[in-house]
């Protein structure tokens, strides 16, 4: 049995770190359904206590606040892009188009539009 701390910081190591479940079953000396059952409920718990402090703006304050380049990119059609990551790619066919200065090493970004 793990301590609200314990719990919490497993918590927050699968969101920072995106660890597996099986890493975390094993680090905190657990089974993965227990795991996997902290954290879903921690998750809900936060949502309900934080929804309230997500202010989303109206659709032309994103408009008048996006980006020049997206502007440019995606006219009236974007409101605002809810997730851009990258993915590690093993061996790029185009390597100068998936290098990333950020990460430093070639991925493949992926954006979710809305």
């Given at each position: 049995?793990?301590?609200?701390?314990?719990?919490?910081?497993?918590?927050?190591?699968?969101?920072?770190?995106?660890?597996?479940?099986?890493?975390?079953?094993?680090?905190?000396?657990?089974?993965?359904?227990?795991?996997?059952?902290?954290?879903?409920?921690?998750?809900?718990?936060?949502?309900?206590?934080?929804?309230?402090?997500i202010i989303?703006?109206?659709?032309?304050?994103?408009?008048?606040?996006?980006?020049?380049?997206?502007?440019?990119?995606?006219?009236?059609?974007?409101?605002?892009?809810?997730?851009?990551?990258?993915?590690?790619?093993?061996?790029?066919?185009?390597?100068?188009s998936t290098?990333?200065?950020?990460?430093?090493?070639?991925?493949?970004?992926?954006?979710?539009?809305?």
């Amino acid at each position: 049995m793990l301590t609200h701390f314990e719990e919490f910081m497993l918590v927050m190591i699968k969101l920072r770190l995106n660890a597996k479940y099986q890493d975390l079953a094993y680090r905190f000396t657990i089974y993965v359904s227990t795991v996997h059952r902290i954290f879903l409920t921690w998750i809900k718990a936060m949502y309900i206590m934080l929804k309230q402090t997500i202010i989303w703006p109206d659709r032309d304050t994103l408009q008048m606040t996006m980006p020049d380049c997206f502007q440019v990119a995606f006219s009236k059609k974007v409101a605002v892009i809810l997730d851009c990551f990258e993915v590690f790619i093993e061996r790029p066919s185009a390597r100068a188009s998936t290098w990333s200065n950020y990460k430093h090493h070639n991925t493949a970004k992926v954006y979710y539009l809305v």
